[in-house]
């Protein structure tokens, strides 16, 4: 921007509309003429939300395209990119927010608009937006084109309607589906509808329909007939689609329930589709493989079940699957419990199931074959980030996984497998992150230690074994020097090496570990742990403390003790006082408290959920409870032989569980018996 344009915007005579010195609106109204047309359409469109609306950012984008609003120059963008593109621009001109949510889910899934910037979007489209939140409507404009309406009692006015371009409605009322000629976005959501009318055969134009939140349970045949319709987002009480929905040629976006869609024969002639969940391989016509021919659109996460059914080599090479170059997520699944012999070319097909060269995601289950297939190697699938094996049982040998570049999760399970070595490299997993084994053997092959060269598992953070008859090929878990997150359990061959390795591992903060023959556990581990898990660990009687570790700096904040003796001596007090969590499970030995673990339990300041269950011996709790001033969940289960709780629980108490326990603690603390103090806790669950 050069000078010229800033003198411009200083010589603008919308900064003579505010008279208050302290009005903000002739800023905002600078800001918006000075957008791009495209982006003013935009953005004033979304005056026809509510204040404070949160808007999904997919659904935001897909109405945009609805209404005509996306231009895009770049033949190969697709609409929905360029709208995200302009959602971006309109985010960095602070004209949309977006949250911080502490759920990643939400993250980055909703904006918002600031309330004045609200205002200004009504200000600059009030001729054409109307938002309307009372019970009778009266005479709407004839110049409104885009009108959101609740808690509506009923129709006033329809033949203003005619005009409209938008609908956004809840309402328990019919609507006259034929007043809506020119109607594009239609959103009833939520409006107690339970029967779509045939006349939504008369929208004509209509490229958005939101029916989700109704109790639909069947569409009309009628709806069919929406040549123009793009996005359709049905409610997941309904099951089956109408069978001439492969008719919409157009559509782009189906959100309707995995079943509906699985059922849908013919799928394959909406080429325009951007996403498929779930496509279920069906010995019937219009279900097989080879629908996902010309789909080429699809992009995202895609599903193939029922594996097993595939007609032939032919079908599956017809699928084309490689060429599916925007699928990022691969999931290939035969049935686990498949009755039948495997069949002579069960090989061939999963060879040309072959997936696209850029996926990042990817999983096979259950296949019955006896080989891996050769596109699971390096030069096939460079940008492969995470593969999940599963049930694979008569596989004995892998390619060289460790040759992917960029592979950061290898989770596998259910197999009894040789993970090849390959040719010397300088690194062996050099992205590996995360490493999950699962009811399994595995050998490592080519992992050799002695050449101090090489790399193994450099980065790799989090290690779960669990249930494994043999892991071998590993580094040392004290080699492990990045791992965070390491759960061991009935895996004979890394049990060997706790605890001493714990004592290197400084980078970990959480360990879930089941040893039976374990009989010792070093202290000093909870200056840095988390978390720490130890179950079935029966001959655990020493929690050492060094002597020369006087502080006792602790980071433990959760504590779970199952079929393990509870910890006693110094370590109490030491490092485990800064406990939020502590959960005792299935002790059968433990059946009271010692005097030293009493005065443990009153230290504990921070503790905020207690939850003793399993133990069937247990007879009293400690009656210094009441001294927890954070606790605010306590759950007493299946503990058949306390006939009391301690007098008096913590004000601070939220919630409180108490299932399975002795009949006569039932009856003391249930309905009108019950305390008053237990009485004020908010959320009881006592049975």
Same mark, same amino acid.
């Given at each position: ?6 003198? *411009? ?10 008279? #208050?010195?302290? #009005? ?32 999904? !950012? ?15 120059? *770049? ?27 502490? $759920? ?7 904006? &918002? ?21 009372? $019970? ?8 409104? %084109?885009?009108?959101? &309406? ?24 019919? @609507? ?59 409610? *997941? ?149 995470? @593969? ?20 950061? !999760? ?27 084994? &699962? ?21 790799? %953070? ?62 000093? !581990?909870?200056?840095?742990? $988390? ?51 502590? $959960? @005792? ?37 400690? !009656? ?64």
């Amino acid at each position: 921007m050069d000078a010229g344009h800033w003198t *411009n915007i200083l010589g603008s005579d919308l900064w003579e509309l505010g008279k #208050d010195p302290h #009005d903000i609106m002739p800023s905002l109204r600078l800001s918006y003429q000075y957008l791009p047309s495209h982006l003013q359409w935009c953005f004033a469109y979304c005056s026809a939300f509510p204040r404070g609306y949160p808007f999904d !950012v997919d659904k935001l984008v897909n109405i945009w395209i609805a209404q005509g609003l996306i231009q895009s120059k *770049n033949t190969n963008k697709r609409p929905e990119d360029v709208g995200r593109e302009y959602l971006s621009d309109l985010v960095s001109r602070s004209h949309f927010e977006i949250p911080n949510y502490r $759920k990643s889910y939400w993250q980055g899934r909703y904006h &918002v608009m600031h309330d004045l910037m609200h205002e200004l979007a009504v200000s600059v489209c009030l001729d054409e937006c109307l938002i309307y939140e009372g $019970k009778e409507l009266g005479i709407m404009p004839k110049t409104i %084109r885009h009108l959101s &309406v609740s808690h509506w009692a009923g129709p006033d006015f329809l033949s203003e309607w005619e005009s409209l371009r938008t609908l956004m409605v809840n309402s328990m009322h019919g @609507i006259d589906f034929g007043a809506l000629r020119s109607i594009r976005v239609l959103d009833i959501s939520y409006s107690y509808m339970r029967q779509l009318p045939d006349a939504v055969s008369h929208l004509i134009h209509l490229r958005y329909l939101d029916l989700s939140g109704n109790n639909i349970y069947s569409l009309p045949e009628s709806l069919c007939r929406l040549y123009h319709l793009q996005s359709l987002i049905v409610p *997941n009480t309904c099951r089956r689609l109408p069978k001439g929905l492969t008719s919409l040629i157009n559509l782009r976006h189906l959100s309707a329930s995995d079943e509906a869609v699985s059922w849908i024969a013919g799928i394959g002639r909406l080429t325009c589709l951007q996403e498929l969940k779930e496509f279920h391989v069906r010995i019937v016509r219009g279900h097989d493989i080879g629908q996902l021919k010309n789909m080429r659109e699809l992009r995202g996460q895609l599903c193939i079940q029922s594996l097993e059914d595939v007609g032939s080599k032919e079908e599956a090479i017809e699928a084309n699957l490689k060429d599916k170059i925007h699928i990022e997520k691969l999931q290939l699944k035969w049935s686990r419990w498949m009755r039948k012999k495997v069949r002579t070319d069960a090989q061939e097909i999963l060879e040309c199931l072959q997936p696209p060269p850029l996926v990042k995601e990817l999983e096979l289950h259950w296949f019955r074959g006896a080989q891996s297939p050769s596109w699971l190697a390096a030069q096939s699938l460079r940008s492969l980030q995470s @593969i999940h094996l599963r049930g694979c049982e008569r596989w004995r040998r892998l390619l060289p996984l460790g040759q992917l570049p960029v592979l950061e !999760v290898l989770h596998m399970e259910n197999m009894d497998v040789v993970v090849d070595g390959g040719d010397a490299v300088v690194e062996m997993f050099p992205s590996l992150k995360e490493l999950w084994l &699962v009811d399994m053997s595995v050998l490592f092959e080519g992992i050799s230690f002695e050449d101090q060269g090489r790399k193994f598992f450099h980065h790799l %953070r989090r290690l779960k074994a669990l249930n494994c008859r043999k892991v071998k090929g590993l580094p040392p878990l004290s080699m492990l020097s990045s791992l965070e997150e390491l759960e061991v359990k009935t895996c004979p061959d890394l049990e060997s090496e706790l605890p001493e390795c714990l004592k290197v591992l400084t980078s970990l903060s959480s360990l879930k570990m089941s040893a039976p023959k374990l009989t010792y556990f070093p202290g000093e !581990v909870m200056q840095y742990l $988390k978390q720490l898990e130890v179950d079935g660990c029966s001959d655990l009687s020493s929690w050492l403390v060094e002597e020369k570790d006087e502080a006792g700096r602790s980071s433990l904040i959760s504590l779970s003790i199952i079929e393990t003796p509870l910890p006693t001596g110094p370590i109490l007090m030491r490092y485990l006082t800064s406990l939020r969590e502590l $959960k @005792i499970d299935r002790c059968s030995k433990l059946t009271s408290f010692t005097t030293e673990q009493k005065e443990w339990f009153k230290g504990l300041t921070s503790l905020e959920e207690l939850c003793i269950s399993n133990c069937k011996n247990l007879m009293f709790l400690p !009656v210094e409870l009441h001294e927890l001033p954070s606790l605010e969940k306590l759950a007493i289960t299946y503990c058949p032989m306390i006939r009391a709780l301690p007098i008096g629980l913590p004000t601070s108490l939220k919630k409180l569980d108490i299932w399975g326990c002795n009949p006569a603690l039932i009856a003391q603390w249930q309905h009108e018996g019950a305390p008053d103090w237990v009485k004020q806790i908010p959320y009881k669950s006592i049975y």
